[in-house]
């Protein structure tokens, strides 16, 4: 399953709402949808999986969202340790994909 | 709390064998999956293979012919061997942990080079 995510870079400044995409070239088998963030320098932070459901310790102002194909990601009030790139991923099919990455940079 | 250190050679030469070690700690490499990452410089991630304890292993159908994933529960580590090795090789590699929502635990990454 090929995963795009748009947009490719999103500039927004703090305090504003985030909305990221990921499309998928085929159904998602369950929802098994991720979104990850990295930092420079880090390994990936899982945040969001089952589409839906927060990781242990991820704030609320992530969500996640969609079914099928279309899924998205919002950080409802960006804070400046959130500018980061984000990844979404699926694992309901085998091999498990990741999409190209989305850049979030303050504007 | 669970912890996982990727440990080998920052340097291969090309047409050799890349071999990486994840030693894991806080949680017993028989209890979960356990997976190979990559991140070429300044690009995606790219799954490379999991293994579960029981010897059950799943391959990228990109890297297969190439990847060997294998664990060893004595010393609870998990290791990765990529064979004829070229540039487009290099990359950060990643152990982490593999659970039924994705990817939880994530070593700090391995930046691994091809170059003669």
């Known amino acids: 399953i090929v995963l795009t995510q748009s947009p490719g870079t999103l500039s927004l400044s703090p305090g504003e709402r985030a909305t990221l995409s990921c499309r998928a070239s085929?159904?998602?088998?369950?929802?098994?949808l991720a979104w990850y963030q990295q930092k420079p320098g880090q390994a990936p932070r899982l945040l969001i999986y089952?589409?839906?459901s927060r990781a242990t310790g991820i704030p609320d102002r992530f969500s996640g969202s969609g079914s099928g194909t279309d899924f998205t990601l919002t950080i409802s009030r960006l804070e400046p340790e959130d500018f980061a790139v984000y990844h979404c991923?699926?694992?309901?099919?085998?091999?498990?994909?990741f999409g190209q990455g989305t850049r979030l940079e303050i504007k | 709390q669970v912890q996982l250190q990727e440990s080998g050679p920052g340097l291969v030469k090309p047409s050799e064998t890349l071999s990486l070690t994840c030693t894991v700690s806080?949680?017993?490499?028989?209890?979960?999956?356990w997976s190979w990452i990559r991140q070429p410089p300044g690009r995606g991630l790219e799954w490379i293979a999991y293994?579960?304890?029981?010897?059950?292993?799943n391959y990228s159908p990109s890297l297969k012919s190439r990847v060997t994933i294998s664990g060893d529960t004595s010393k609870n580590q998990f290791s990765l061997k990529l064979s004829s090795v070229t540039a487009a090789d290099t990359a950060v590699y990643y152990c982490?942990?593999?659970?039924?929502?994705?990817?939880?635990?994530w070593g700090q990454g391995i930046l691994v080079t091809v170059s003669s």
């Open positions: 982490a942990r593999t659970v039924a929502g994705g990817f939880d635990y």
């Open positions: 806080g949680d017993s490499i028989i209890s979960n999956y």
């Open positions: 293994i579960y304890y029981s010897g059950t292993d």
């Open positions: 085929q159904s998602v088998s369950s929802n098994f």
């Open positions: 089952g589409a839906s």
């Open positions: 991923q699926q694992y309901g099919s085998s091999p498990v994909t």
